[in-house]
């Protein structure tokens, strides 16, 4: 007797994406308007930064103050040619009737709506640079109390720079906040990323601030190598200290951007996986939410620790040549530089393969295990948290590096007291946070939501396990 066929199991089908619901952030589906409009906020943004750089002048006798200024300035007029030509924009693009909250707002105003939205951003990013500008420069009262309390020593200058950056924290949420607020209740989520495209509109020159600054830095350490005058070494310090400064701002700039991007990607993530609500009082959700406000802090657990490492490795090699090679201090014998270059570059590149894999696996297990819900709390939860770490960090920074230009410049007794000393430690503590950690959170958190968006269909159709 042959045995009984046995039916084939049956095949898994995928299944089928869920239409876009009519809301404004699905409406580039149906209106090539839409599309091209961030496009030509970005080409608005090049031609206006270019033209406010032509704006950034100083005499040969400058004040700290006048050349923070003059950098001002340029950034002030490259943000108000990008609100002229985004108005023109917005005029002269075709829009068609979208559906925002339930009602239908006409063609004829949805142009003004984008144009609010941009100019939320637009008002939002200055705000934060000025804010920053002001916790982060010598010039006003918080980075000189911070330099003030090197007179008791290093612990009491990281202490106040410490909660001097904390505090920093609380125009710039509020700041986001309100621009998210505004540009959601002007187009949904697609005002949200608007409002981002605003904010980095005048990165051309925003960028080129941040950039200033490591470079006037190494003219300052040529200078002392080079033992010139030290007229040209007061000139590069004060170029350093506004270095120091507009790369904070710079930094601002960005960690605000990143906040609108990273939740506008989260909206677009949502929209992919049908997820119109994410309930707090679901246990997965809250898993999630605890999960993603902790990866922020062990990925700049990693990043410091990486720094620690290859300082280390650093400055074994450095007291080897002092000690292998006589005369290098006499300046007659030649440095082995290409050895420093290799460790720092081969440092950089092999700590940074845990953090990276971090960023990429972390949404994919908690998407998998746990489900579209959970994956949505840890996005929520890694964009509060990594954005309040982010400006912590790098305004630290910007601070304690300010104070122990402050004291350079001659205030408290100047350069060789223990007061210099103890604001040294604060700005060898400040250079990790404001030039690694901090800036490397915004990568962390647009990637987890990229990375959540383009796995969401994989989540829909084998997900969760548990």
């Known amino acids: 007797l042959s045995p009984p066929p046995v039916a084939a199991p049956a095949l898994r089908t995928p299944r089928a994406p869920p239409p876009p619901p009519p809301t404004a952030y699905a409406i580039a589906d149906y209106d090539a308007s839409f599309m091209i409009l961030p496009m030509a906020i970005a080409g608005a943004g090049i031609a206006s930064s270019i033209i406010g750089t032509f704006l950034v002048r100083s005499g040969e006798q400058a004040s700290f103050a006048s050349l923070l200024w003059s950098i001002r300035r340029g950034i002030f007029a490259a943000a108000i040619l990008v609100a002229i030509a985004t108005f023109a924009v917005v005029n002269v ?3 068609s009737d979208v ?7 006409a063609a004829a105003d949805v142009g003004i709506r984008l144009f609010g939205a941009v100019l939320a951003g637009l008002i939002g990013g200055v705000i934060i640079g000025l804010i920053t500008e002001y916790y982060t420069s010598y010039d006003y009262g918080p980075t000189q109390r911070v330099s003030q309390s090197g007179e008791t020593g290093p612990a009491t200058v990281i202490i106040s720079g410490f ?3 904390m505090q920093s924290t609380v125009v710039p949420v509020l700041v986001v906040g309100a621009a998210i607020w505004i540009s959601y209740e002007l187009f949904e989520f697609y005002g949200v990323a608007i409002a981002a495209v605003g904010m980095l509109s005048t ?6 601030t941040d950039a200033y600054g490591p470079v006037a830095d190494n003219a300052g350490g040529i200078a002392e190598q080079a033992s010139l005058d030290p007229e040209v070494r007061e000139r590069t310090d004060a170029l350093d200290s506004l270095g120091n400064t507009t790369a904070a701002t710079g930094k601002g700039f960005a960690i605000g951007s990143a906040a609108l991007t990273a939740l506008a990607l989260m909206a677009a993530y949502a929209q992919a996986v049908d997820l119109t609500v994410i309930s707090l009082l679901d246990s997965k959700t809250l898993v999630g939410l605890f999960i993603g406000a902790m990866l922020p802090f062990l990925f700049s657990a990693f990043t410091m620790a990486a720094v620690g490492r290859a300082a280390n490795a650093m400055v074994n090699e450095v007291r080897r040549q002092f000690r292998e090679i006589p005369g290098i201090m006499e300046g007659t014998a030649e440095p082995e530089y290409a050895r420093c270059v290799d460790i720092s570059t081969r440092g950089a590149l092999r700590e940074m393969i845990v953090p990276g ?3 990429v696996v972390a949404p994919v297990l908690v998407g998998v295990l746990m489900g579209k819900e959970a994956l949505g709390g840890l996005l929520i939860g890694s964009i509060a948290a990594g954005f309040m770490i ?10 304690w590096d300010n104070a122990k230009k402050f004291v350079e410049t001659g205030n408290f007794g100047g350069k060789g007291t223990s007061h210099h000393e103890a604001t040294v430690v604060g700005d060898t503590v400040g250079d990790p946070f404001k030039d690694t950690s901090g800036p490397s959170l915004n990568i962390l958190l647009k990637l987890m939501s990229i990375v959540a968006l383009v796995f969401a269909p994989f989540f829909l159709d084998y997900g969760p396990i548990l």
């Open 203 to 208: 990165l051309g020159i925003t960028l080129a």
């Open 390 to 399: 982010a400006i912590t960090m790098a305004n630290a920074g910007g601070t």
């Open 99 to 105: 559906e925002i909250g339930g009602s239908t707002v």
């Open 357 to 359: 894999v971090l960023a």
């Open 163 to 165: 909660a001097t950056a």
């Open 93 to 95: 693009l075709e829009f």
